[in-house]
């Protein structure tokens, strides 16, 4: 019986010897040590050994199972770190190789000169007030002082939004913000109508007009709308606020300079030039030669236009302009065709 024993105890742990994996360790368990195994039969026919044999012969088959459950163990941890060491070295990973591109999104050129823009105006004491995109003709061009057969309100130049339908007011996308003029003075003047505050405001906002598409003119486009009115502002005031503006946004040392111009809606009317900071005023392309960039229309606001907004123009005054934050940018980068700015093509889009 000892012999038997010796032999199931050598024959057990040969066989453990070529066990590599957790399944054939699972197996060797059950065909070593378990209820049917050579061993396990030994403990069963000990009753039938006598007296003396039965405690020699049952000690050594508890060392050998004890022997076969310690190598069992041990085997169980080698098969598990040789796994370990395996899928180590088929999920290598090349930490040296250089990563994915993430791609960040950012703010649209537009936005970004945009804010630029609020931005200085907010140091300079300006508020931002939004107005609605869809106007009536009334608000666009009438209260705003144009004539009735301006060419502005050609058919050809604005979008309507229902045609012929609302007789001599009908409905419209702005094709200016100037509108918002007439919105804030009117929401200002309902504070105290007696006695209305001053005002001194930017308004943002994209504009549309029902043009040809081409390098030079787009059917929208931002535009960024700066009023003051209140008791004693004069043409210096806008002169003073528009050359700050220039020097915050262009630089300390960019030159301008006022041409006398027409809108409707002020008098006297004038458009503002800044130095061409492409060939710095020695003309070049950008400049068609002439030294000087066209960025802004202003002017001091029309007594017509005030009192449309409920401010008595002979008590008030005021000023106001209308820039192109897509204008700046064509300006600034040397941007030749404005139909990048809506095109969506991210190539012209991730340089900003
Ligand atoms: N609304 C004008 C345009 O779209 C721009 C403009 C000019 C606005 C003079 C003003 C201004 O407020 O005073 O061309």
Sequence with gaps: MLDKLSEI???????????????????????????????????????????????VVGAAANRVKVALEAALEERAKAVKSAALAKSLEEEALDVT?????????????????LRRVLAILAEMGFQVYTSREVETDEMNFQLLNFPPH???????????????????NPILLRTHTSPGQIHAMRQFAAMNPKDPPPIRIALPGMCFRYEQITARSEIQFNQVEGLAVGKGITFSDLKGTLIDFAHRMFGQNARTRFRASYFPFTEPSAEMDVECFVCGGKGCQVCKNSGWLEILGCGMVHPVVLQNGGYDPKIYSGYAWGMGPERQLMLRYRIEDIRYFWGNDVRFLEQF
Excluded: C
Excluded at 97 to 113: A, D, F, K, V
């Design 150 to 168: 301006h060419p502005a309100r050609d058919m050809q130049d604005s979008f309507y939004v229902e045609a012929g339908q609302r007789g001599d």
């Design 9 to 55: 105890e050598k024959n057990a742990l040969d066989a453990l010897q070529s066990v590599q994996d957790a399944s054939s360790l699972d197996a060797w368990r059950v065909a070593q040590l378990g209820r049917s195994s050579p061993l396990m039969k030994v403990f069963a026919e000990l009753g039938k050994l006598s007296k003396e044999e039965k405690p």
């Design 97 to 113: 190789l250089p990563g994915r591109t993430i791609h960040h999104g950012r703010l649209h050129p537009s936005t970004q000169q």
